[in-house]
C-alpha cells in the first residue's frame, strides 16, 4: 500500500509527500486497530504483542519513561496473577477524571498519552516497506507435514514436484504427469532408466569441450590410456550434457544436492598428474545418486583422492603431524552437523582431534604408467600407510552416549552413523532443499526417522517427501530460490529444443551462463557449495536479466543454430492475452492485473523515440523522450511483419523471466 | 492510435525508484546498495583517495608484452619475439612492447614498474581454473575461503560503488558483503539489449512497470528476492546521476567509433572524475590473448586497442589530479609456452606484469628470466614474484586489512612497489 502511494508521486515532491501518505495510513491504521483491537483496561495481554519506546518528558527532556504499546495504542502493563495486564494512557486519563485526580497526575497521563501515541506508532512502521511480510514462523500445521498429499494433482501441482525434484518439465511432460496422478508420477520419476546411449557423447566433451561434428572437435585430443587425458572443463561440460539429455532427472537434481550440500569439492585441487580424479569424483557423485545409498556415499568419499586427500587435506594428515580438516568436515557437513537441533554441541575438539588421527596414513604416490601410444606420463596415485597412520585406540563422542573406540576410519563411518544426528542433519538440509526454509524441529526428527528406517537410503525417503502435504502446501510455494542450475536446467526443461546463444557452441554457453550467474558445477565457492540466496542477491540481478535476455534476444545465433522461434514459441499463439497466459502458466509465475496490462501492451504497441525519423510531433510535445504506437499483435502467418510477433513473444517470455516470481520454486 | 501511458508508467517508476531509494537508505544498513554515504564520510585512515584499476588480459598473455632480449628466448621465440631495435627500451635486458607506447611514457616519467615470473604454485594451465586462482587470491585449502580477493577488499570499504566491474560479473567480484557491482558499461548500466534498441527499451520499461504492480511477496524469501531486485534498480539511478559528469579534454582523445576496451576506460575515467562514489576498485577487461597461432600480429593488435585506452585514462587521472591516487594493474590468467608450430604460443605459467600511477616507484621489480631458465623447458614453470604478494602490497598501501583479503599464507617479500 505504502509502496503504491510512493509511486504515484514526482519528482523531490516524492519524499515528503509519500512520508505524509505514509503517516495518514498508519494513522489509520492505528485508529483501526484500537478500534478493533486496543484493549480494555486491565486486560490481559500477551507478553509478545507488547512492544516498548522511550520517550524524554519534563523541563528539558531529561527524564525517560518507558511506555508500553499493545496495537499501536500507548499505556502501561503490570503484572497480576502471573498474568500481563495492559492498561491505556486514555484509559487511566478516564478513570484519574473521574477520581478527580491531582492536576499533576492528569497532565503527566495525557502527556504519556500525547506522546506515546506518536512514539507506538512510529515503533510499528515496518523497516522494509517493499517487504511487508514479516519473517514466517515455524509452522506445524497439517499442511506442513509429511502426511500423505491428499488434494487434486493438477498442472500446479505438478509444476512444484518437477520444479524442486527434477529441474522442471516440458510441458508435454506436465500434462502426462497430470494424466498419470501423483503416485504414479513419483514412481516414474524416482525410477533410474538406462542413460548408456549419452556415454559416447560425454566421453566425446569431456575430452576437449566438443562434440564430433563441432565445428572445433579435435578427435585426436585426447591419447588413449592416459587416464589424465581430458579437459576439466570438459568434465563440466559432460555433465551439463548429462543433466540436460539424461531421463534421470531427479537422480541428477540428487547428484547436485550432495554435490552442493554434502560436502562440495572443486576439481581445481586435483593436479595434472592426478586429474583422473576429477573424473573419479564424478563418478562417485553419480553412484551414489543412481542408489541412494547415503552411508556408502560418505565410505566413498573416505576413498576419495580429490575431495578427501586434496581438497580436504587428507594427504597432509599423517599421524605424527594431524590435519584435521578433512574429520571436520566429514562430521559438519557430510554427517552430523556441529550442533543438534538445541544448539548443543555434537562434538568436542578432542573429539576432532581423535577422529582425524583416525583417518591419518593416506599419502599421494607418482607412479610411471604407459599411455596407448607407449609413452610414459606420471600419475599420482593415493596409498595407505601403516607407517603414517596413527597407532592406537581412539574415542569420538566421549561422554555421550554415542561414544566409541575407534582405530580407522571405517570405524569413525560405522560409529558416526550410529549417531541420531547424521539422520536430523540430513533431514534438515533435505527439507531446506526440497521443502522449504522454515522446518520444525518436530518435522526434522520426524523425517530423520524416516531416513534412519530406510538405513540412509534416500529414495524411498526422497518419495515420501515427493508425496507429502508439506511440498504443495501454501505457505510452501515459492518459499525456495531457486540456484543458477534450477534456472537454466529448467529454463531448457521448459524449451528443450532451444539452443543457448554462445559463439562456440549452444552448450558452451549453457555453461557460460551459468557461470555468469555464479554457479559452476565442479567449482564450488567452498566446501560448503553455493549459497542461492546469495546468488538470488544484488550481485547477480544484472546477471539474471541480462542472461534472459542475451538468451532470448540474439537472433543471429537462433538463425545460426536454427532454431525456429516460430514453430518452437509462436505457432499456436492465438492473441497477445493468450501469449501471455500460455508462458505466465508455463513458466509459472502469477500475473497481476496490472502486470497482465503491461505485457499485452508491450505486445500491441512499438516504442517511437522523439529524437529519431519517425517524430510524431503532438506525441512528442512537452519533451517527451518517447511515445508508443499501436500496432496490434498479429501472430498470424499472413502477417506481412510476422517477424516482429516473434520478437514479441521472445520479449513477453525475458520479461517474465525477470520477474521474482520466476526465482522461486 | 498513440498513446503516452508508457511514459507516465516510466516516470511513476522512477519515482517509486529513486524516492523509495531515499526512503529506504534511511532504515537499511551500510553494506547494501542503498546505503548511500555522502563525500567525507571516507575512513580517516586513507590519506589520499586511492584507486586501484586491474585490467585483465583475458585469455592468458604472452611473455612478449614485455619482450626478453636473451639470446636464448630469442632462439626459441623466432617469429614472434622483439628485439631491443624493436621493442620500446625500458631495461637493458627488456623493452616495453612496441604497440604500448602510452606505457612508455609512464616509464620515462618513472611510475611504470614491471615484474617478472609472476604466478603461484603448482601452476594449473587451464583458463577458467587458472582464472579462478587469480580470481580468488587462494591456491590451497581454496575451500576455506569463499568469493573474490575484490570482493573481500569491497567489504571492507562499505560504500555501495566501492567496488565497480566495467567487464560483467565474475568470481573476483563475488562475495557475501558489499561486492563490487558489475554494470559492464556507464552507457547500458548494465543492461544487455535485446534485439534492437527500441524493442529493447520497451522490454525494460515492461519490466519496470511490472516489478511496479507485482502482488505482494507471498512469503519471506520472496520478499528478500524482490527487495534485492528494487534495490539494485534504485542504486542504478543514483550512479547515472553520479556519473553526469564532462571529462577534460587530453593529448591523446579516444576515437569516435571507440572499442569496447576503450569504452571501459572512459567509463573508469568518469569514475575517477565522480568522488563522492568513492569508487576505490575498478575491474576491466580485454579478451584476445590466447594466442595459440599469428601471435605477432593478434597481440599487436589487442595492445595498441589496450594501449589507446589506458593512455587517456592515464591523461585523463592526470588532468583531474587524480594520477597520485591511481593504480592501474595488468594481470593475465597465465603465460604462454615458447613458439609453437603455428607461430603462436600455448598454455604456460609465469608472467610479466606492469603497474602504473603518479605513487608506483618504476623500474623493473623482479630480475627478467635468466637463460638457464629459459632453457629449462617450453614454459617458465617456476614463479619467482606470487601474484597475491602484488596485489597484497596494494591493498596495504590504500590501508585496508591486507591479511583478511589474502587469507591464505604465501611467501612474501616487499616489493616496494611505491614511494
Redesign the interface.
Known amino acids: 500500500m505504502v509502496t503504491r502511494f510512493v509511486s504515484r508521486n514526482l519528482g523531490l515532491k516524492c519524499l515528503a509527500i509519500s512520508l505524509i501518505l505514509f503517516s495518514t495510513a498508519e494513522t489509520n491504521s492505528v485508529h483501526a486497530a484500537a478500534r478493533r483491537g486496543a484493549p480494555r483496561a486491565g486486560t490481559v495481554v500477551d507478553p509478545a504483542s507488547v512492544t516498548q519506546v522511550t520517550v524524554e518528558i519534563g523541563a528539558g527532556k531529561k527524564k525517560t519513561q518507558v511506555i508500553s504499546c499493545v496495537n499501536s495504542v500507548p499505556g502501561f502493563v503490570k503484572p497480576s496473577k502471573g498474568a500481563q495486564k495492559f492498561t491505556s494512557y486514555a484509559q487511566q486519563l478516564k478513570t484519574l477524571k473521574k477520581q478527580s485526580a491531582s492536576a499533576a497526575q492528569i497532565g503527566l497521563a495525557r502527556t504519556l498519552a500525547k506522546l506515546g501515541k506518536t512514539a507506538c506508532k512510529e515503533s510499528s512502521v515496518p523497516s522494509t516497506p517493499m517487504n511487508p511480510n514479516p519473517e514466517q514462523p515455524p509452522s506445524n500445521t497439517p499442511a506442513l507435514s509429511l502426511a500423505r498429499y491428499t488434494g487434486p494433482f493438477t498442472e500446479n501441482e505438478a509444476r512444484i514436484l518437477f520444479g524442486r525434484f527434477a529441474f522442471g518439465a516440458s510441458e508435454a511432460r506436465i500434462q502426462e504427469a497430470v494424466a498419470d496422478g501423483l503416485d504414479t508420477t513419483i514412481t516414474k520419476l524416482t525410477t533410474y532408466q538406462s542413460d548408456d546411449a549419452l556415454t559416447g557423447a560425454i566421453l566425446d566433451i569431456e575430452c576437449d569441450t566438443y562434440l564430433a561434428g563441432d565445428k572445433n572437435n579435435n578427435p585426436t585430443a585426447c591419447t588413449a590410456n592416459n587416464m589424465n587425458s581430458f579437459s576439466r572443463d570438459g568434465m563440466r561440460l559432460g555433465l551439463n550434457y548429462r543433466i540436460l539429455n539424461s531421463p534421470n532427472r531427479y537422480f541428477n537434481k540428487l547428484l547436485t544436492f550432495l554435490h552442493d550440500e554434502r560436502l562440495a569439492t572443486g576439481s581445481s585441487a586435483a593436479r595434472d598428474e592426478e586429474k583422473y580424479a576429477v573424473r573419479d569424483h564424478m563418478g562417485l557423485l553419480l553412484r551414489a545418486a543412481a542408489s541412494g545409498d547415503y552411508m556408502q556415499y560418505m565410505r566413498d568419499w573416505n576413498d576419495d583422492l580429490l575431495g578427501h586427500l586434496r581438497w580436504l587435506d587428507g594427504a597432509s594428515n599423517k599421524g605424527t603431524s594431524p590435519n584435521e580438516n578433512y574429520a571436520r568436515e566429514f562430521w559438519e557437513l557430510g554427517t552430523v552437523g556441529p550442533t543438534d537441533l538445541d544448539g548443543n554441541p555434537v562434538y568436542t575438539d578432542v573429539d576432532l582431534a581423535q577422529s582425524a588421527l583416525a583417518f591419518s596414513g593416506w599419502t599421494l604416490v607418482r607412479v610411471e604408467e604407459r599411455d596407448g601410444l607407449g609413452a610414459v606420463y606420471n600419475r599420482i596415485v593415493k596409498a595407505f600407510s601403516t607407517a603414517l597412520h596413527a597407532p592406537g585406540v581412539f574415542t569420538i563422542f566421549a561422554g555421550t552416549p554415542y561414544a566409541a573406540q575407534v582405530t580407522n576410519q571405517e570405524e569413525v563411518l560405522q560409529a558416526t552413523f550410529r549417531h541420531p544426528r547424521v539422520a536430523e542433519h540430513l533431514a534438515e538440509d533435505i527439507w531446506k532443499e526440497f521443502v522449504n526454509p522454515f522446518p520444525t524441529k518436530e518435522k526434522i526428527r520426524e523425517l530423520a526417522q524416516l531416513i534412519r528406517d530406510n538405513n540412509y537410503k534416500l529414495h524411498p525417503v526422497m518419495r515420501k517427501v515427493m508425496g507429502s502435504n508439506a511440498v504443495y502446501a501454501a505457505e510452501s510455494r515459492k518459499s525456495l530460490v531457486k540456484h543458477p542450475m534450477d534456472l537454466m536446467f529448467g529454463f531448457m526443461a521448459q524449451f528443450p529444443e532451444f539452443k543457448v546463444p554462445h559463439w562456440n557452441t549452444p552448450l558452451h554457453g549453457f555453461d557460460y551462463n551459468m557461470s555468469r550467474l555464479g554457479q559452476r558445477l565442479l567449482s564450488p565457492p567452498t566446501v560448503f557449495g553455493w549459497d542461492e540466496k546469495r546468488l538470488a542477491g544484488e550481485a547477480f540481478v544484472l546477471d539474471w536479466r541480462n542472461v534472459a535476455v542475451e538468451m532470448l534476444g540474439q537472433w543471429n545465433f537462433n538463425k545460426d543454430y536454427q532454431y525456429d522461434v516460430k514453430a518452437q514459441m509462436v505457432n499456436g499463439v492465438t492473441s497477445s492475452l493468450d501469449a501471455i497466459q500460455k508462458y505466465a502458466k508455463r513458466l509459472n509465475v502469477e500475473l497481476t492485473n496490472e502486470q497482465v496490462a503491461q505485457l499485452d501492451q508491450f505486445m500491441n504497441f512499438q516504442y517511437r523515440v522523439c529524437k529519431d525519423w519517425r517524430l510524431n510531433e503532438d506525441e512528442c510535445k512537452g519533451g517527451a523522450p518517447f511515445y508508443l504506437e499501436r500496432e496490434a499483435f498479429d501472430a498470424s502467418p499472413l502477417n506481412k511483419n510476422a517477424w516482429t510477433s516473434d520478437y514479441k513473444v521472445l520479449g513477453v517470455i525475458a520479461a517474465l523471466m525477470m520477474m521474482p516470481d520466476y526465482r522461486m520454486k | ?7 507516465r ?1 516510466l ?3 522512477a ?2 525508484l ?3 531509494g ?3 537508505s534511511a ?2 544498513p551500510v553494506n ?2 542503498f546505503a548511500w554515504a555522502g563525500p567525507g564520510s571516507e575512513r580517516a585512515a586513507f590519506s589520499s583517495n586511492p584507486v586501484l584499476i586491474v585490467i585483465n588480459m583475458a585469455g592468458g598473455a604472452s611473455y612478449n608484452v614485455a619482450p626478453l632480449f636473451d639470446g636464448t628466448y630469442r632462439d626459441k621465440n623466432k617469429v614472434v619475439s622483439y628485439g631491443p631495435e624493436q621493442a620500446l627500451a625500458f631495461a637493458a635486458d627488456q623493452g616495453i612492447h612496441p604497440s604500448l607506447t602510452g606505457f612508455k611514457t609512464v616509464a620515462d616519467m618513472g611510475n611504470l614498474a614491471l615484474l617478472n615470473l609472476v604466478g603461484y604454485p ?1 601452476p ?6 587458472s582464472t ?2 587469480w580470481f580468488r587470491g587462494v591456491r590451497q ?7 573474490g580477493w575484490a570482493a573481500r577488499m569491497t567489504g571492507q570499504l562499505g560504500q555501495m560503488f566501492s567496488g565497480i566491474s566495467l567487464a ?2 565474475n ?1 573476483l ?4 558483503v558489499n ?1 563490487p ?4 558499461s556507464l552507457d547500458s548500466l ?6 534492437g534498441s ?6 525494460r ?3 519496470d ?24 534498480q534504485a542504486s542504478l539511478a543514483l550512479l547515472k546521476q553520479q556519473t553526469n559528469v564532462t571529462l577534460p579534454t587530453v593529448a591523446n582523445p579516444l576515437p569516435q567509433n571507440m572499442s569496447g576496451f576503450q569504452r571501459a576506460c572512459r567509463d573508469a575515467a568518469t569514475l575517477l572524475a565522480a568522488p563522492a562514489l568513492q569508487t576505490k576498485f575498478i575491474y576491466m577487461e580485454r579478451g584476445g590473448f590466447d594466442t595459440h597461432s599469428d601471435e605477432r600480429a593478434r597481440l599487436a593488435g589487442n595492445l595498441t586497442d589496450m594501449n589507446a585506452g589506458i593512455t587517456y585514462l592515464v591523461q585523463v587521472a592526470q588532468a583531474l589530479g587524480r594520477w597520485n591516487d591511481v593504480m592501474i594493474v595488468t594481470m593475465s590468467e597465465f603465460c604462454r609456452t615458447f613458439e609453437n608450430g603455428s607461430r603462436g604460443t600455448d598454455h604456460g605459467h609465469a608472467a610479466p606484469m606492469y603497474i602504473m600511477g603518479g605513487r608506483v616507484a618504476g623500474g623493473q621489480k623482479s630480475p627478467a628470466p635468466t637463460p638457464q631458465q629459459t632453457a629449462e623447458r617450453d614454459f617458465y614453470r617456476d614463479h619467482s614474484v606470487d601474484f597475491r604478494q602484488v596485489f597484497y602490497e596494494i591493498v596495504k598501501s590504500m590501508g585496508l586489512n591486507a591479511d583478511a583479503i589474502f587469507p591464505e599464507k604465501f611467501s612474501f617479500t616487499s616489493l616496494n612497489l611505491f614511494n
Open positions: 492510435m498513440t498513446t503516452n501511458f508508457a511514459r508508467k516516470l511513476k517508476n519515482s517509486a529513486t524516492c523509495g531515499l526512503l529506504h532504515f537499511r547494501n546498495w603448482n594449473n594451465r587451464s583458463h577458467d581454473e579462478d586462482i585449502g581454496m575451500n576455506s575461503v569463499s568469493g560483467g560479473s568470481l567480484i563475488q562475495g557475501d561486492p557491482r558489475a554494470i559492464q548494465g543492461e544487455a539489449n535485446f534485439l527500441d524493442i529493447g527499451a520497451l522490454l520499461l515492461t519490466r512497470n511490472m516489478m511496479v504492480a507485482h502482488r505482494p511477496p507471498p512469503n519471506s524469501e520472496f520478499g528478500n528476492v524482490k527487495s534485492q531486485m528494487d534495490q539494485v
